[in-house]
């Protein structure tokens, strides 16, 4: 074969990523995926990919995953606006990625910035779920969680928690939490055991990390509980509420930390003498 | 026989020339980077989506290279003008055309099998088991590829056209991909008779019939007796292709 005619791909070869580093540079190296979606409905994927829905599912599966990853790491508005509906497609074309309701709901409900802040769409795809898959435990449990912590439907969770001790191979301690549930009436103890399971079946991961940060976050509300037990102390004692919480220090009722786990300051209100998480602090959820 | 093993050695030796286990590279690499990219992509669902892409790929590109060797029988053949010298050879048009089916049908086995062998290494590569059920939808493909390209030959000896032929194929295998369409087309069109729904259904090939990638993706085994009737089914069905494929290459006469 001669050569010769192949020389000038010696020149224009290093010219394509060359001239693609340049656009990037103009234009960003993130560009902001597409807000469109032209197939709305599951059922229209699947009538368009006979015989390849499930791999057609796995291509929805990895564009939400890419999805929400880009949205929360680059977008500014951080709106979601595509994630249920890509969500609902990948679990249409395939009712048995359990993984995708499961992770799917995480990403739903987790309020904003984190997740999409819209935990009642993360509840119907966990029941979507459990419609699909009716001997998936974890997604009952899920669902029992996700009613309690997100929406604070206690009785209603306490119900699908039995329902989900009644699948064969469950877990033993269901019926025990949803007892709990019942008589506490939802306690923080409760939401602790719940992300503790949670962080223990969860796999390395954006699930796990989102357990932990849960339990820190239930850490650092016991912390500003404590210390607004301490302020009353304080106050008590002194006739007065401390006028900054380094007053507790001084007077010898804290010795610990006066920061979150994330290391940043509790905030303090004189007038209630209630100490809480700073909404400067990455462990601020709304209430 | 011995005549018919010749043509088919022959067609598999051409099928190979032509380049057509080029597209073994290309599976190659989209296995690889499957492998390498979707762990990180998927979250966990890398061994489940390497599955779905690796039998997809399968039957996709088996698919295709049974639809354009299949109609290149007689209408290619016409075109390079070499049909005519092996027609004169002391080898009837029957031995041509069963033996050409075998050689392609053993080419698609080649390729389906390093393609598995493929998928097999990229599971190891990435730390999962070879899992043995995976033959189990690949075998159904198999079948299923062997339909096609008996309907292919069909096609290409009704058409002296083989882009027309490989027109003809597509659409009889998509339309045996939505047979499930079709038997529930009574609910949105109901003007039209039971009777033509049920002639139709019956007559196009059901494609879905062989399609198991579901099952087996996510770890069910697919049950001995199912295997069974689905052999039968395409047995049956391949058999009756080439009986009219055979009395149509009989009667047609080359200029």
Known sequence: MRLRPL????LLLPAVPWTQARIDREIGTFRAQEEVLYLWSGEQVKRLSPGFESLAADLYWLR????FGGERLYSREKRFELLQPLVDIATTLDPRLEIAYRYGAIFLSEPLPVGAGRPREGVELLEKGVRSLPHAWRLRQDLGFFLHLFLGETERAAAVLNEAAEVPGA?????????????KGGSRADARRMWQQMYEQAEEGIMKANAHARLEILDSLDAADNLTGRVAEFEKRRGRRPARLEDLRE???WGGPLADVAGTPFGYDQQTGRVFISRESRMWRPD | MSRLLAVAANTFRETVRERVLYNLVFFAILMTLSGLLLGQLSIRQDAKIIKDVGLAAMEFFGTLIAVFLGVGLVSKEIERRSLYPLLAKPLSRDELFLGKFAGLAFTLLVNLAVMTAGLYLTLVFIGRPADPLLLAAVYPIYLGLVLV?????LFSTISSSSALAAVFTVGVVVAGRFSDVIRNMREVAPGVPPWAIDFIYALLPNFRNFDFKDRVAYGDAVPPDVLLWVTAYGAVYVAAVLVIGLASFRSREFQ
């Open chain 2, 149 to 153: 390209v008996a309907i292919a030959m």
């Open chain 1, 64 to 67: 939400t995953v890419q999805y």
């Open chain 1, 171 to 183: 877990a033993f301690w269901l019926r025990m939490m949803a007892a709990d549930l019942v008589t």
């Open chain 1, 7 to 10: 020389l000038p791909l010696a």
């Open chain 1, 251 to 253: 007077a010898g009722l």
